[in-house]
Each structure stands twice: as C-alpha cells, then as structure tokens.
C-alpha cells in the first residue's frame, strides 16, 4: 500500500536559518505530492502540491521538488521565521476515483526561536 | 466563510458511552473524511463520504459509524468508546470526486476526545 515517511522531530531553529524537512514516500501508480501545515489548536492547511514528476510547488517562501527517480518531495525554506514554527505533514493521494484520499506522514513539529 | 465547522471541539466520555461528532461544510464540496490524530502516527482516514449518499470504510474504521446526512453534513458516532479511541477527531472536504484526486483537503479545528 501507500505510504509517508517524514524526518523525525522535533526541529528547533534559530530565525532566519535554512530548513530541510525531508519526505519520501511509496506508492504505486502516480500520486500527487502535498505538504499540508498545522498552527497551533488549528486544523491542516494546504501549504503546497505537486501532481507530476520534475514539478515544484512553492507559497510563502516554502518550495518542495517532486522527485520520482528518489521518490522524495523535501520541503525547504530559506529563512525561517518565528511564525513558521508549526507542524508539517507531507500526503500524497492514492490517485483513485474516489476523491482526495490522502495518506499521511507523521509530521514533524517545527520551533523557530527569535 | 465558516469552511468547516466542528462540534463539540472538547469531550470527555467514560469507557462504553456513546457519542457522535458533527461536521459541515459550506464550501458545496462532494467529498467529506473523517480522520483521526494520534501522536507519532500522524492522520488516518476512518471513513470518507466521496458524494451524498455513499461512504466508505478508510484505514481504521472499527468502532466507528458515519452518516453523510446531506450534501453539507457528515457525522461520525461512536457507540461503545473505548480508551483506545481517546484521540483528535478532524473532518475534512474536498471538490474531489472521480478524477479530481488532486483537490486539496480543507479541515476543521478538530474535536479532542478523551475516553477515560
């Protein structure tokens, strides 16, 4: 079946420094790639997508490659700040005809300290 | 615009009690998903509601039951709760349907359960 690995947590960066989340995944077919992102005592938010090979998704500073020969979509930023510190699912759908169905990472808590 | 709106978004229940948690969405979305949050394991689908009218079991149904009771409203109901279903509830929509698999999901606040 499908699946999500994410790096583990937590990660704790100073503001301003680069950020790596890696995400690799299996899947059979062609599945779509999304990060999604969890501010505190909120729902997930769609942070960004990829739905084919070589494509790049990218909103609010955040980008992830969808990466098919490594099976990865890494979710990076250049300069964190405070307001970035959240959680960080990446999903992919299971391209079947039965709506968005979604599998999930773990998530990985991010702390962004000033 | 509400998007989607749980309730109750906090419940304490005793072990065998029962319980149904509610959703709507006001976005006129066919696809509707009940997930639950559990930490280090991150979302897994329970059931999903791919259009009025249907719904399917998702990765973890045992234990629960869902009504899609119109085109805005799912609900999930736990008959007997047990302290393995102590966990944060999220309802979801989606415009996806047949080959729209790529619709981003939009959640609500979630419910946090704790059976005790």
């Known amino acids: 079946g499908n699946s999500v690995t994410q790096m583990e947590g937590p990660v704790t960066l100073s503001e301003e420094a680069f950020l790596t989340i890696n995400c690799t995944y299996t899947?059979?077919?062609?599945?779509?790639l999304f990060w999604y992102v969890q501010y505190p005592g909120e729902g997930l938010q769609l942070l960004l997508k990829a739905t084919k090979a070589d494509d790049k998704g990218s909103n609010k500073g955040f980008e992830a490659t969808y990466r098919k020969e490594t099976t990865s979509f890494h979710l990076e930023k250049g300069s964190v700040q405070v307001s970035d510190s959240a959680v960080y699912f990446c999903a992919l759908s299971d391209g079947g005809t039965s709506g968005s169905r979604l599998t999930f990472g773990e998530g990985t808590q991010l702390t962004v300290n000033p | 615009n509400a998007g989607v709106t749980q309730t109750p978004k906090f419940q304490v229940l005793k072990t065998g009690q029962s319980m149904t948690l509610q959703c709507a969405q006001d976005m006129n979305h066919n696809s509707m998903y009940w997930y639950r949050q559990d930490p280090g394991m991150g979302l897994r689908l329970i059931y999903y509601?791919?259009?009025?009218?249907?719904?399917d079991k998702g990765e973890v149904p045992n234990g629960y039951n869902v009504s899609r009771l119109n085109k805005r409203e799912f609900s999930l109901r736990l008959e007997s709760a047990a302290p393995s279903q102590t966990s944060v509830y999220f309802c979801a929509s989606s415009d996806g349907q047949g080959r729209s698999y790529n619709s981003p999901l939009h959640f609500g606040n979630g419910t946090r359960l704790t059976v005790t």
């Open positions: 509601s791919a259009s009025e009218g249907t719904t």
């Open positions: 899947a059979t077919g062609y599945p779509s």
